[in-house]
């Protein structure tokens, strides 16, 4: 048994399709079919049943599967210990992410983080928080940066990088440009702009509507904060979104308001699955977009 036939199996059983396990891979498919017959043989058993067009595991198969994958983490586990040793950093993180602004500038952490450590190399997605959530639990992303809302979603560690109040901006015409504070009732009945279902800005808005016993009217949906800030600009809604930093960034031209009763929040947080311990690689560039680059000496 051959380390590259239980990655190939692997490979394989994700993708339930040979071809795109090849391309996956980046060996010829041909190859792919002989390493796994050849396991097959010496463990006497199918694993993999090819009678339809999706690619099923057999019983064996599923049996197989997660040692395969321990197996393949363990190799993995001995090449970073080696490469810690010589002071490096190596292996692939996949990294999903919301749209995002205002706490971090993300495209420059991962930007030194690479510069610091090729060795690594990153992908990078992007989505909503409620699906980057089920990406991190099924294994298919190493960290994502999601804005999460009052709770806390089961099964992940969390690094919380930023807590911000949300705001209802304004043209600076607007009826509510002078007003020091508006209660979250009084901006149900308006047209609202914000992110879309499943961020963490949407989700905190929802949860406070309903504890207002409020549905929200939602005019613009857009999954960049930019985007919505523009539109409020051109007076077209109310976009809700955390407080900036610098209120100057608003160009002048807009209003940030207060929302009360209740108060809206919103946080930003690094996430990992809890249950499965990130490897050095992972680790690193986990604080190193929480908490940027360390200092020298």
């Known amino acids: 048994m051959e380390l590259r036939q239980l990655e190939y199996f692997v490979a394989v059983a994700e993708e339930a399709n040979f071809t795109r396990a090849a391309a996956r ?6 190859g792919v079919s002989a390493q796994i017959r050849q396991l097959e043989r010496e463990l006497g058993h199918t694993l993999l049943d090819r009678s339809a067009r999706t690619v099923r595991l057999t019983e064996a198969g599923a049996a197989v599967l997660s040692y395969a994958r321990a197996a393949l983490r363990a190799v993995a586990g001995a090449r970073v210990a080696v490469d810690e040793l010589a002071g490096l950093l190596r292996g692939h993180i996949s990294v999903g992410t919301v749209a995002v602004g205002g706490p971090i500038n993300l495209a420059d952490r991962l930007a030194d983080f690479h510069q610091d450590h090729p060795g ?52 600076q015409d607007h009826g509510l440009a002078d007003q020091s504070a508006v209660k979250l009732n009084d901006l149900a009945d308006l047209p609202l702009m914000t992110l ?66 209740p108060q809206l929040r919103t946080r930003l947080a690094v996430a990992w699955r809890a249950a499965a311990p990130a490897g050095p690689a992972t680790t690193a560039l986990m604080r190193h977009i929480a908490h940027g680059k360390a200092p020298a000496g």
Not at 25 to 30: D, F, G, R, T, W
Not at 235 to 256: K, Q
């Open 25 to 30: 891979l980046h060996v010829a498919q041909p």
């Open 196 to 261: 879309p279902v499943g961020s963490g800005i949407r989700t905190a808005l929802d949860t406070g509507l309903v504890a207002v016993g409020r549905r929200p009217r939602i005019a613009f949906e857009a999954s960049d904060p930019a985007v919505l800030t523009r539109l409020a600009e051109r007076g077209l809604g109310i976009a809700i979104l955390p407080a900036a930093e610098n209120p100057g960034s608003r160009l002048g031209r807009l209003r940030e308001i207060p929302i009360t009763h």
């Open 120 to 171: 690594v190399e990153i992908t990078l997605t992007e989505n909503t928080s409620d699906r980057l959530v089920t990406s991190l639990a099924a294994g298919q992303l190493d960290l994502a940066l999601i804005g999460l809302g009052d709770a806390d979603p089961p099964g992940l560690a969390l690094e919380i990088i930023a807590d911000q109040p949300l705001v209802a901006i304004v043209g």
